[in-house]
């Protein structure tokens, strides 16, 4: 009898360790982690919902969080994840992944708005794919694209202040690459970092004095303070090239810009692979945004008498 009792404990044990992704009710329960509020990373996150609810319908329920751009606390919304065991788990801007990264080996991570993931999971090989529970999609735009378009604005400017948030590294990676891509054109470069929300304006300011262009990356403290930094280089007549359509409708005159929701809504397809059809997540290359189109601030463009040339899109 007890042989009988510890063969049946077993298969149940394995049954309960191979069924995957539904949960007892049939649907599948997804939790959504997301640094801040802002249009980028709020895009990313509807194309994700969009895209799961179009493939799955009423079989799919959504836990979503916004940490308010605090990391301590998108470790505790993955906490909370992980306690109440959801079969999935978006990462939204790369704070949000090191927490879900550090909160859970086993529950599938897909990340989206993740400039890259090698500096995001300190991957020293990295070949495209992470080997854990993690993938997801990029918001990389050709930093080389970007450069050459600032060159295309501002052929006759000497010196760019490149700014950003120190904290974030995906910033810091992306500062390293357009440095030296923009150094490559014949530009002086000088870094502009500031901690937080409280150093923006006068690492700004001292930036407005020092260049004649600013150059921000795709960064999220940056996007959540968009209005300090329009309100200190517009009037100083500095134009800002910025790394995101949402940076540039806030303080900039152009970007080479992603659309954030396509990446989202790729990230929800990877899901649906996942969840229904058994993908390793291990082995799920990162993908990228399919498409990068040139835009400009119209209202910004005029009041520098900036006018770009063909080819650029108006943002709405």
């Not at 990264?101 to 500096?119: K, N, R």
């Not at 502009?192 to 403290?221: H, L």
């Amino acid at each position: 009898m007890k042989k009988l009792l510890a063969l049946m404990m077993t298969a149940m044990l394995v049954i309960s360790m191979t069924a995957c992704g539904s949960s007892d009710d049939g649907t599948y329960n997804i939790g959504i982690c997301q640094l801040v509020q802002h249009d980028a990373l709020d895009a990313a996150t509807l194309g994700f919902r969009e895209a799961l609810t179009e493939l799955l319908g009423d079989k799919v329920t959504f836990d979503e969080q916004n940490a308010s751009g605090d990391s301590a606390t998108c470790a505790t919304i993955v906490n909370q994840f992980v306690s109440q065991d959801v079969d999935l788990i978006l990462a939204n801007a790369t704070p949000a992944l090191q927490a879900a990264a550090a909160g859970t080996g086993e529950i599938p991570i897909l990340g989206t708005s993740i400039t890259d993931y090698a500096t995001a999971l300190e991957i020293v090989d990295w070949t495209g794919v992470t080997g854990t529970n993690i993938s997801g999609t990029s918001d990389l735009a050709p930093l080389a694209e970007q450069a050459k378009m600032l060159n295309e604005l501002f052929p006759d400017a000497a010196t760019v202040g490149i700014l950003y948030c120190s904290v974030e590294a995906n910033s810091a990676y992306q500062a390293s690459v357009i440095q030296t891509e923009l150094e490559g054109l014949g530009y002086t470069c000088n870094t502009y970092t500031f901690a937080d929300s409280n150093d923006i304006a006068s690492v700004t300011t001292q930036a407005t004095t020092e260049c004649d262009v600013i150059y921000v990356p795709t960064d999220n403290a940056v996007a959540s303070n968009t209005e300090i930094i329009n309100n200190i280089c517009l009037p100083a007549q500095i134009p800002v090239i910025a790394g995101e359509e949402g940076i540039c409708s806030g303080c900039g005159v152009a970007t080479l810009s992603i659309s954030y929701y396509d990446i989202g809504y790729k990230a929800g397809e990877m899901a649906y692979e996942i969840l229904v059809n058994g993908a390793d997540v291990s082995t799920m290359a990162v993908e990228f945004a399919p498409n990068v189109t040139k835009k400009y601030n119209a209202a910004n463009c005029e009041a520098l008498g900036i006018t770009p040339p063909e080819g650029y899109v108006a943002i709405e």
